[in-house]
């Protein structure tokens, strides 16, 4: 038998035999579009990696764009569909950035092989190779995702917010099926990327926050005024905001967290002993693992959802 051929084979039985036990990642697997499409990961890294090397602040966009899709009706591509009152038009996706770099990944696929890939699996190759661009560990991609019909703003409640109290986060983890640990090593997806000021800034003034190392509170002030713009951005890595690298948990310990969400982290007992555990290498391999777990959210596989043809609309 061909190669490709006996591992779809492979990958369809492993289908069955995880579908017949229940399991919950009902049987994605990484060679999913090796007979079928098995250019699909070859043509998202190339568009994806044209993008970062034109402008590298897009990797954090999709990262977070593709954990706002998995908290959100599983990861199903919901955060992608376009029209009023949709998860995409809600509070907490209005910064999301890359869009415009998952529909030009899925233009190219639908030019190769019609009707195959679908936008979910598209997201979270992508997601993946913006890490690896920005110098995080590699990992394989189980695929087979198919993508959702429906998207429903007020649904985008079930992400965590910036003043969500280590309880909060944990529950909101939980519910996706994800342990204190995903959440640690999770958040450390902060490691890339910015935020704006009005998530932060009464840790700054009116809400002083006594957590913040005192001698990097002028420095905060500097970058977020008090009435100024809410919308001006500011790295939650300082010093490192385009690298994929262990110092945002180096930055908590020294009281150096943006968001309170991020140093209660460090402040919670419970949540403690995992940030001083990615203050050593542990830290790229466990977040690859833990990614996998959260691409692996609520998908629909089989004959459930559809394979999107544009993935701002439902077909
Ligand atoms: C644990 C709870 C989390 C909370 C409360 C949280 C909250 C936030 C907030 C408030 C921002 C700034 C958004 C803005 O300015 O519009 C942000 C940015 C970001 N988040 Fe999270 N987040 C969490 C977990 C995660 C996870 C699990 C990931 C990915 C694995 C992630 C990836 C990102 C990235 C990459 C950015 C920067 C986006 C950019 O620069 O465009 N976050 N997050
Ligand atoms: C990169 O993208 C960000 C966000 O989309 C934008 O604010 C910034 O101006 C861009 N930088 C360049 C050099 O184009
Ligand atoms: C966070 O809490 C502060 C008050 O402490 C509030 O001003 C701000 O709007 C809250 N932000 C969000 C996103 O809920």
């Not at 697997?29 to 090397?53: D, G, K, M, N």
């Not at 661009?133 to 189980?142: L, Q, T």
């Not at 280590?166 to 519910?175: L, N, R």
Request: hydrophobic share 35%.
């Amino acid at each position: 038998m061909e190669g490709s051929k006996r591992l779809f084979l492979v990958c369809l039985l492993l289908a069955l035999a995880t579908a017949a036990k229940g399991h919950g990642d009902h049987g994605m697997c990484v060679e999913f579009y090796s007979t079928s499409c098995p250019q699909a990961e070859s043509i998202v890294r190339s568009i994806v990696y044209s993008h970062l090397r034109k402008n590298i602040s897009l990797a954090a966009g999709i990262l977070r764009m593709h954990f706002h899709d998995c908290f959100v009706r599983g990861c199903d591509a919901s955060v992608l569909i376009d029209g009023p009152n949709t998860e995409r038009r809600a509070r907490p996706n209005l910064n999301l950035k890359g869009y415009e770099v998952i529909d030009e990944a899925k233009a190219q696929l639908e030019a190769a092989c019609p009707g195959v890939v679908s936008c979910a699996d598209i997201l979270t190759l992508a997601a993946r190779d913006s890490v690896v661009w920005s110098g995080g560990s590699s990992w394989e991609v189980p695929t087979g995702r198919r993508d959702g019909r429906v998207s429903v703003g007020s649904e985008a409640s079930t992400l965590p917010g910036p003043n969500d109290t280590v309880a909060v986060q944990t529950d909101k983890f939980k519910a996706k099926g994800l342990n204190v640990q995903d959440l640690v090593v999770l958040a450390g997806g902060h490691t890339i990327g910015t935020s704006a000021c009005q998530f932060f800034r009464d840790r700054l003034y009116s809400a002083r926050d006594p957590s913040i190392d005192s001698a990097f509170v002028p420095t905060l002030q500097a970058l977020c005024s008090q009435d100024g713009d809410g919308t001006k951005r500011v790295a939650l890595d300082t010093g490192s905001e385009n690298k994929f690298d262990n110092s945002y948990f180096y930055n908590l310990r020294k009281g150096h967290g943006i968001l309170r969400s991020d140093q209660v982290l460090w402040t919670d007992p419970s949540t403690k002993p995992y940030v001083q555990r990615y203050l050593g290498l542990a830290f790229k391999y466990e977040f690859a693992k833990s990614m996998v777990k959260m691409g692996n959210i609520e998908v629909l596989t089989g004959a459930n959802g559809e394979i999107r043809k544009k993935c701002s609309v439902i077909n």
